[in-house]
């Protein structure tokens, strides 16, 4: 008898064993006392185009309007992006930067000139909202203006008189002007933009003519004062690297003195689910389009990646910034709307996608030093949704909110063993996650969980600490893949409370639901 029981307890434990052993494990590793870099804050950075209705009816209502304004600027949409903590706004373009004279935008506003809106929509661009209008806007948004000069249709002397006009405190007709116009000192503006898509609608340039251009604009882009300014090279979209290899081989080439003509080179990669031709509903889609979609955005891991190898090739120290800025899901504009307005709906999925792409450039963040999404308010994958005074908050808003913890902090390296997420014959990793510690000493671990069916059960370890406490948590999700918010239920999607963490000294067992992104602070 005693036998047979010994022979069924054996025999049990070993099945046990064996099915724990299949479960599949998800396991995070975070070295927390190996943190090097600091993620930059402005890698949670945005871009606002005079695009359909971002800076018109988004920001800018005028000072007559009946929607609540401070000098024309909306107060629901500062107060929003406040709590957000936008760092840095990119404007005013795009493609529209290389079309736009900035002169245009400044003095009396019923004396500028109204011109053609040529790349979007071809809508009367009555120039009220200038140069004067997005340095108030930054202002009152407390955060850093991020200018993208023109190259495609500008001249470098206009160029130049606006950096004079914006930054100099010296007497000059330019700061004459900018005086007559109700600003007496200078503004700091440190991020420059040399020209947009250089190779595409700002001037359809090579590489290597472009690479000319580049030291000759930026040659002109003056510091005044204590004012210095970042200038940020045209880069490549998505895997054109022989862009890359030239812009930073002729720069390697440059006698060190005069290297500074370039501090930070752009990329551009869009998430787009199906083709440009027919890219897919922003809200009505399935399975197939949502694990589509949530792979091509893991693509942007391989950009950066390679890119990073080039630019470490010619710039071993770093010296360069790689800046992100344009990317974002682009869908299809919604039914009924103006095509040229790239207006589009934004679903959980589009918090995912922003939750990946935010964990990439965290990973990337010796190199990446900045990047924008695209765009603010009421264009592609927006924070914020407008219809006359009404407002609306985004999933991808409420995600920008949650990894504001990250800003500034110093990034943990992680290793991450997860189960993967299987559609069809395609798979990608499950679980995307970023950690750092803050100025304070807390730590943030910020996860998300891309399969819309199965919860996980996550094990994160932190060496390098004995124990950790958890302080509080934070969740998105929704019912469905395609939850959304609208000026109806303007709360599908939000950020809840969340708890589910059990820790063991150092080692957290936390349980992350399906499509869901948490926070943990420790
Ligand atoms: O963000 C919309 C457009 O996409 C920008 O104007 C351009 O730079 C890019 O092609």
Not at 22 to 34: F, H, R, V
Not at 361 to 387: C, E, G
Request: hydrophobic letters at 35%; glycine letters at 8%; one cysteine or more.
């Amino acid at each position: 008898m005693e036998k047979i029981i010994l022979t069924l307890t054996i025999f049990f434990l070993v099945l046990l064993q064996t099915v724990v052993a299949q479960q599949p494990e998800n396991k995070i590793i975070i070295n927390a006392d190996m943190g090097k870099n600091q993620i930059s804050k402005h890698i949670y950075g945005h871009f606002s185009e005079h695009l359909g209705t971002c800076i018109y009816g988004g920001y800018w209502v005028g000072e007559n309007s009946a929607i609540p304004n401070t000098r024309g600027i909306r107060n629901d949409v500062v107060k929003a992006l406040r709590e957000m903590e936008i760092p840095n706004l990119r404007w005013p373009g795009g493609c529209f930067a290389d079309t736009y004279h900035w002169m245009d935008g400044i003095g009396p506003r019923d004396k500028r000139p109204e011109i053609v809106n040529v790349h979007w929509g071809g809508v009367t661009e009555d120039n009220s909202f200038g140069t004067h209008e997005f340095m108030d806007l930054c202002d009152q948004l407390d955060c850093e203006p991020v200018i993208c000069g023109n190259v495609g249709s500008g001249t470098v002397q206009e160029m130049a008189s606006w950096i004079e006009y914006l930054t100099s405190d010296a007497q000059s007709p330019m700061t004459n002007l900018r005086k007559q116009n109700g600003r007496e000192l200078p503004w700091k503006v440190k991020y420059w933009g040399i020209g947009n898509e250089s190779w595409g609608c700002g001037g359809t340039m090579t590489a290597e003519y472009y690479s000319d251009q580049l030291r000759r604009y930026a040659t002109y882009c003056r510091d005044y004062g204590d004012n210095q300014i970042f200038k940020i090279a045209c880069g490549p979209s998505d895997e054109n690297y022989h862009w890359t290899e030239v812009i930073m081989s002729e720069w390697a080439k440059t006698p060190a003195w005069q290297r500074g003509y370039m501090n930070g080179l752009s990329l551009h990669y869009y998430t787009v689910c199906h083709d440009w031709s027919k890219k897919g509903s922003a809200t009505e889609f399935n399975e197939a389009e949502w694990f589509l979609t949530l792979s091509k955005t893991l693509r942007m891991d391989e950009f950066i990646t390679k890119h990073s190898v080039i630019m470490d090739t010619y710039d071993p120290e770093k010296r360069i910034a790689l800046v992100v800025d344009e990317w974002g899901n682009w869908h299809d504009v919604e039914p009924g709307t103006n095509p040229g307005f790239l207006y589009q709906q934004n679903t959980l999925r589009d918090g995912l996608v922003a939750a990946l792409n935010l964990d990439i450039f965290n990973k990337h963040s010796d190199r990446v030093k900045m990047a924008n999404i695209a765009q603010t308010i009421n264009v592609l994958q927006a924070m914020i949704l407008t219809k006359g005074s009404e407002m609306v908050l985004t999933p991808s808003y409420y995600v920008f909110k949650m990894y504001k913890v990250h800003h500034d902090a110093t990034n943990l390296p992680m290793e991450i063993k997860c189960e993967n997420y299987s559609y069809e014959s395609n798979s990608i990793p499950s679980v995307s996650a970023s950690a750092s510690k803050d100025k304070a000493g807390l730590i943030h671990i910020t996860l998300s969980n891309s399969n819309p069916h199965q919860n996980l059960t996550v094990t994160c370890e932190l060496r390098g600490i004995k124990k950790v406490e958890f302080k509080k948590g934070q969740i998105i999700t929704g019912e469905k893949m395609n939850s959304f918010n609208d000026f109806r239920e303007p709360e599908q999607v939000n950020i809840k409370s969340f708890s589910d963490v059990k820790i063991n000294d150092n080692i957290l067992s936390i349980n992350l639901p399906a499509k869901s992104v948490v926070m943990v602070e420790l």
